[in-house]
T-cell receptor, first 115, second 113 residues
Framework: DAGVTQSPTHLIKTRGQHVTLRCSPISGHKSVSWYQQVLGQGPQFIFQYYEKEERGRGNFPDRFSARQFPNYSSELNVNALLLGDSALYLC??????????????FGSGTRLTVV | DAKTTQPNSMESNEEEPVHLPCNHSTISGTDYIHWYRQLPSQGPEYVIHGLTSNVNNRMASLAIAEDRKSSTLILHRATLRDAAVYYCIPSPPGSSNTGKLIFGQGTTLQVKP
């Protein structure tokens, strides 16, 4: 079975631009969460979506937004990119909103570099 | 949100047991204790979780103190593949979980051949 897939794996953007990151959860998983991991730090929670509705939001500015599609895949959008947005963006999926018995399954992430 | 304290780094020799400690003295009575690890260039990976009793699975064992203010992740025989950053994360039960895992700095485990 395919795990959590994220695309693209790497990208480089210029300050002020907009970026869209994509995530496909494990088949049958209805919850998707997004995290930002800056180099040398642990991941920070951005959003969770379950059954296409936002269930949780971390302490990130309104430049960050996300949505979940009927097939449970998800997009993370970041507007007006800043240098500080350079990070590894991780997507995690689970069957339900909670972790369940096997925890959240994370993808390998999208490495975003803002220049 | 419960605050956790873990050593920044630990070393182990291959094939020896490793005990990774975590202090979570402000943990809520209903929070589970989850452990994740992150191998280089990968996303975090679920390892194990528990509430009050010690737990075992194919990857590791989790020993939880009686007062729940600390826990220890035990890798019975470390391999080179176990070199990773290990995070302990107190987390509310499923129904009230909004998907928010609070990752601290974690413990970087080095395994020497």
């Amino acid at each position: 079975d395919a795990g959590v897939t994220q695309s693209p794996t790497h990208l480089i953007k210029t300050r002020g631009q907009h970026v869209t990151l994509r995530c496909s959860p494990i088949s049958g998983h209805k919850s998707v969460s997004w995290y930002q991991q800056v180099l040398g730090q642990g991941p920070q929670f951005i959003f969770q979506y379950y059954e296409k509705e936002e269930r949780g939001r971390g302490n990130f500015p309104d430049r960050f937004s996300a949505r979940q599609f009927p097939n449970y895949s998800s997009e993370l959008n970041v507007n007006a990119l800043l240098l500080g947005d350079s990070a590894l963006y991780l997507c995690a999926s689970s069957l339900a909103a909670g972790q369940g018995y096997y925890g959240y399954t994370f993808g390998s992430g999208t490495r975003l570099t803002v220049v | 949100d419960a605050k956790t304290t873990q050593p920044n780094s630990m070393e182990s020799n291959e094939e020896e047991p490793v005990h990774l400690p975590c202090n979570h003295s402000t943990i809520s009575g209903t929070d589970y204790i989850h452990w994740y690890r992150q191998l280089p260039s990968q996303g975090p990976e679920y390892v194990i979780h528990g509430l009050t009793s010690n737990v075992n699975n194919r990857m590791a064992s989790l020993a939880i103190a009686e007062d729940r203010k600390s826990s220890t992740l035990i890798l019975h025989r470390a391999t080179l593949r176990d070199a990773a950053v290990y995070y302990c994360i107190p987390s509310p039960p499923g129904s009230s979980n909004t998907g928010k895992l609070i990752f601290g700095q974690g413990t970087t485990l080095q395994v020497k051949p």
